[in-house]
């Protein structure tokens, strides 16, 4: 990974900080200390977390600063891995990422110094320990030990805790798949070719800083190869380890992209599966343990001594429910004792999440025998735990684990020498996954009658595009070795863990002043007038709606889990959830970019929990990440990969760079973004205007000369550059000149943004006026669309990035654009000669007026324009009731909560141009 080599920076333990407040400190060097706190609650443990900062342009040279972790009311020293996430164009740091290990203590803040002192005492504490063999990769974090296979098809071959147990082996992926589903041939089942496959390892590559040695990443890159049945080697995995000193937990991210034939290739279930070794413990001194809803656990054993006739005595009874080692069985009711193999043992137990309403759960003794059914309940934990009181056990957690149905969780063999335990992504008591489009085409065969269905359905169809060719899904699993079977509290405390797996933050009010990721949103004004508490309590409110939409509504399952829906149908009381260019959001206009915003001006944790589900889930599957349209996403459908609309407004990383930084540079997510480096490549492939231009029979495609949508387009390609170039990415020189270039090319321009199209070169990264206007005379073509998807977003985080470097014309056409947008006709056509036709969106385009103010020298005119478009023109009319109403009874399936004017276009805008504007012009609202 080329970040890797920019650890150089990372010197631990600078011997003393005098006091949290130390600012310039002597003539040439300086030092900042950080606070970073939980969001949320201070969680109760701490098995090591990665975090980022980030910091002031030209503060701190990634070459002379070094960072320390102090925790605690005094100067205690926490050890710190440190490492840089982003540069400013000086080279000086933008963010940087930090891990701490695990630790017995947890502090409610930590404080991170960055100083320019470079101390040489880099007393590196105890931390990871890894050894590559050339053929496996050992890695001991001094609580567990895990071994890394480089070939094979074992992912992980053993977990051993620190006493030397053996506790996990043979960590490997498994899939099935089918050729077809049942209900296509009258269950005829002869005719389905039925294909189990296991991981492949194609290459295993481990990431640690010798010096700090706090975090080692262990990333396993392959393919599910056939074990049984004739297929290709399919379903590309990157399965991600990470490994923190002193830790007793393995985290793994676990990413698929799907790269099979949505008629061919049925997935029946994704699994990943560890052995674990039960030689030499008793049957009833093993223990099985399933998390349910809210911390309730199952607790069985494999052969249970309670509730018989007769009675072992109490202590064995409460030593086998609390998972402690039974009396020895000599001293034990002889009237149990002699009887022993008459008990049952319980080889196997599963868990079935099939909705996220309930799951169901049953034991058998073995196979060929009936399952017992035991009482289910609700939303299940995700968490299974299988050993032994004196051998030890596994326990393996699934993040989200109801909310991405269909899950399962299979303990079996439990009676034998060696068990599994198989956490099911995708279940095989599920339906087959079905990724085949929803309609056949309705003979929408030319682009008119595509057209046509538009105006009805809102369904952008075209044959062939509704493919999940290339779409990705990414889960997080969490592993627990232990040396005996842990307390029920235990267990239930990291079933909580898993699920919300604390995460640390510096407050609003640093992020902001630091303008590392935008200057356009500011932290809630402790002061505010009467009418900015107006609009943030409508901020809140909104944020809250869609957080309980998305559990009254159900919006959970495998592939949908994260993302929200775009239109609502008053009549039916529902999400339209079936009607063509109505349902999956996928992004349209922006609502990460306000879920996030809204995180960083509050801080609050719930808020941060949504954005993440909406990031991970809007980066990987409303994206192709492999196939002819790699570096594209879909536009808004009915399924997420179904519509014929796919555009880099949809996949523009920017929706996920605030997720990125602040997570210290999640890998999955900086390979996301570094990917649509080759998103242009897609335009080759996918001409986004197709349907609409008048030369659709003679058009051919030109590297030189691609149709660009000065907004859509090139703000997706502006943040790709951008984030590569601060990443310094391995093509950011490249980033940085087509950057330059495309911003020198719009100044260019007669109209400069106002023209809406140019030709873009994809070698030179020169636009050229648009065909229909070769001389550069001035063309018009302004859409509410353009500035939809994070280009006021790119544009002035441009600006703070290169400061008096931005181009002075470029910036000037942008405030032209943004002045004019709402200028009303006259205004247009005074400075461009014809006005620019009716514009909706107008509340959301606030923002820009709102920009244009404050460069303008605060132009108090235009900043009340500002207010007056975000109050008084479309969108959200401050007299609509903000309030939702309760549903129930015949009326609706399920009781749910109704605001029947909100719209997602309307509250990604409404929300985005509030923050921006309390931000850019709070001092002009009356
Ligand atoms: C740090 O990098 C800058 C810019 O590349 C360079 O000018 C400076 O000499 C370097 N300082 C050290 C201490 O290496
Ligand atoms: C089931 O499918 C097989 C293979 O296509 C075919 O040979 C057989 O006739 C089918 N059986 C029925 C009852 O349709
Ligand atoms: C396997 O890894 C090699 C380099 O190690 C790479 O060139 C190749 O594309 C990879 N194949 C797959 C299927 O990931
Ligand atoms: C091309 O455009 C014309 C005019 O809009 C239309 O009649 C024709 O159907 C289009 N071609 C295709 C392949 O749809
Ligand atoms: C509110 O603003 C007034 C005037 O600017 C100031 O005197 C006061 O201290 C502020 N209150 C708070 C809580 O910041
Ligand atoms: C940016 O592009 C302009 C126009 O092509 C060029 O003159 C200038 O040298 C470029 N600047 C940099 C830093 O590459
Ligand atoms: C700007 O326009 C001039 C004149 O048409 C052209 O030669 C030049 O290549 C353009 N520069 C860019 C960066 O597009």
């Not at 004196?390 to 991405?404: E, P, S, Y």
Request: with cysteine; hydrophobic share 35%.
């Amino acid at each position: 990974m080329y970040l890797q080599a920019l650890g150089i920076l990372a010197l631990s333990g600078l011997s003393s900080f005098a006091s949290a407040q130390s600012y310039p400190n002597g003539s040439s060097s300086e030092s900042d200390v950080v606070a970073v706190k939980w969001i949320g609650d201070t969680p109760t443990r701490n098995s090591g977390t990665t975090f980022g900062l980030p910091w002031p342009r030209g503060k701190y040279q990634a070459n002379g600063t070094a960072f320390a972790g102090l925790g605690g009311d005094g100067d205690s020293q926490i050890p710190l891995q440190s490492w840089v996430t982003a540069y400013w164009p000086d080279g000086s740091i933008k963010w940087s990422g930090h891990a701490i290990g695990g630790s017995e203590t947890v502090y409610d803040e930590y404080r991170i110094a960055a100083s320019t002192t470079v101390s040489s005492n880099s007393s590196s504490a105890s931390g990871l320990t890894v050894s590559d063999s050339g053929e496996e990769v050992s890695i001991d974090t001094g609580k567990l030990t895990a071994t890394f296979p480089k070939s094979g098809n074992v992912l992980v071959s053993t977990i051993t805790t620190s006493s030397g147990k053996v506790v996990g082996q043979n960590g490997r992926l498994i899939l099935r798949s089918q050729s077809g589903v049942e209900e296509d041939n009258g269950g005829n089942t002869t005719s389905i070719n039925k294909f189990k496959f296991e991981s492949s390892i194609n290459e295993t590559t481990v990431e640690f800083d010798q010096d700090s040695s706090i975090r080692a990443l262990v990333t396993v890159r392959g393919t599910h190869q056939a074990t049984s049945g004739t297929h290709d080697d399919w379903l590309q995995f990157i399965v991600r380890f990470y490994l923190y000193a002193d830790s007793d937990a393995i985290r793994i991210v676990h990413t698929l992209v799907f790269d099979g034939k949505a008629d061919e290739d049925f997935v029946s279930a994704i699994g990943v599966q560890f052995d674990v070794p039960l030689a030499g413990e008793e049957l009833y001194n093993r223990h099985i343990r399933l998390a349910g809803p809210d911390g309730g656990l199952l607790r069985e054993a494999v052969q249970g001594i309670t509730g018989l006739r007769r009675d072992p005595g109490s202590a064995v009874r409460t030593a086998q429910f609390n998972g402690e080692a039974t009396p020895d069985i000599a001293t034990w009711d002889t009237r149990v004792s002699s009887r022993m193999q008459w008990i049952p043992a319980w080889n196997d137990y599963s868990l079935t999440q099939l909705s996220a309403d309930g799951f169901t759960l049953k034991k058998r003794t073995k196979a060929g025998q009936s399952w017992v059914k035991i009482p289910g309940g609700t939303q299940a934990g995700g968490l299974a735990y299988l050993g032994g009181a004196t051998q030890g056990g596994l326990a393996v957690a699934l993040r989200d684990f109801w909310k991405r149905y269909p899950t399962s969780l299979d303990i079996s063999n439990a009676a034998s020498d060696v068990g599994q335990i198989t956490l099911w992504l995708y279940s095989p008591s599920a339906e087959p996954m079905d990724l085949r489009p929803f309609h056949d085409g309705l003979g929408e065969d030319t682009y008119d009658e595509q057209l046509d269905a538009l105006e009805i359905t809102y369904e952008d169809y075209e044959g062939g595009y509704d493919t999940p060719y290339g779409v990705a899904r990414t889960n997080e699993i969490y592993l627990f070795p232990f040396d005996s079977t842990p307390s029920a509290d235990t267990l239930a405390d990291l079933t909580g863990y898993a699920n919300e797996p604390p995460i640390l933050a510096a407050g609003p009010e640093y992020i902001q002043q630091t303008k590392a990721v935008g200057s356009y949103w500011a932290t809630i004004p402790n002061n505010s007038t009467a009418a900015a508490q107006t609009i943030e309590s409508h901020l809140d409110f909104l944020i809250r709606y869609y957080q309980d939409q998305v559990s009254q509504r159900r919006w959970y399952g495998f592939w949908d889990h994260g993302d929200i829906m775009h239109t609502y149908d008053a009549d039916r009381h529902t999400w339209r959830y079936d009607v063509g260019g109505y349902a999956w959001d996928n992004s349209e206009l922006s609502p990460n970019l306000f879920f996030w915003n809204y995180f960083l001006r509050t801080g609050r944790a719930d808020v941060y929990r949504f954005a993440e589900a909406h990031a991970r889930h809007t980066g990987e599957v409303d994206v192709y990440h492999a196939g002819p349209f790699k570096g594209f996403g879909t536009r808004h459908g009915v399924q997420h990969f179904g519509d014929s609309s796919k555009q880099i407004r949809v996949s523009t990383p920017i929706y996920r760079q605030v997720f990125y930084y602040l997570s210290g540079g999640d890998e999955r997510v900086g390979e996301l973004l570094h990917e649509l480096m080759d998103a242009e490549q897609a335009f080759l492939t996918v001409d986004p205007r197709r349907k609409v231009r008048d030369d659709n029979g003679t058009y051919v495609i030109d590297p030189t000369a691609l149709d660009l949508d000065l907004g859509l387009d090139w703000s997706g390609l502006a943040s790709t550059w951008l984030i590569e170039w601060e990443r310094r990415g391995p093509r950011w020189e490249e980033a940085r000149s087509k950057l330059n270039t495309t911003m020198h090319s719009i100044a260019n321009l007669t109209n400069g943004f106002v023209t809406g199209l140019g030709l873009y070169n994809l070698h030179t990264g020169v636009i050229a006026p648009p065909a229909t206007d070769p001389r550069n005379l001035g063309s018009i073509a302004v859409s509410h669309l353009s500035a939809s998807f994070g280009l006021p977003e790119i544009i002035s985080q441009l600006d703070d990035y290169l400061g008096d470097d931005l181009p002075a014309a470029f910036l000037d056409a942008w405030l032209d654009y943004c002045y004019y947008y709402g200028a009303g006709s006259a205004e247009q056509a005074a400075r461009y000669g014809a006005g620019f036709g009716s514009l909706n969106l107008r509340q959301g385009h606030s923002r820009l007026t709102a920009y244009a103010a404050r460069k303008l020298g605060n132009n108090a005119t235009l900043a009340a324009r500002a207010w007056n478009e975000f109050l008084r023109t479309d969108g959200f009319a401050p007299s609509l009731p903000w309030v939702s109403e309760p549903l129930n009874g015949s009326e609706v399936l399920v009781p749910v909560d109704e605001a029947s004017w909100v719209a997602t276009n309307d509250a990604a805008l409404y929300g985005l141009a509030g923050i921006e504007n309390l931000a850019q012009v709070g001092y002009a609202l009356g």
